[in-house]
């Protein structure tokens, strides 16, 4: 069960991957997998980088848009 459940997680992060190969800077891969519903952790195992990089990326983003 614990094998299945790593090789589930190896095919998410390879589809996470594949869904934000197209887009150009970390941000927006950062904030793409954000509103797909994956947890700061998650993306930062992703992505490389910290969960607080992550978090402070998404906090920046979200107050960057909200004054617009």
Not at 1 to 10: A, I, M, Q, T
Not at 21 to 36: D, Q, R, V, W
Request: proline share 1%.
């Amino acid at each position: 069960s614990e094998r299945l459940l790593e090789r589930v997680d190896v095919l998410i992060r390879i589809q996470a991957l594949q869904a934000v190969s197209h887009l150009g800077t970390k941000t927006e891969k950062i904030m793409f997998l954000s509103e797909a519903g994956l947890q700061p952790k998650e993306i930062s195992s992703i992505l490389g980088g910290s969960a607080a990089t992550v978090s402070q990326t998404i906090y920046a983003q979200k107050k960057k848009a909200a004054a617009k």
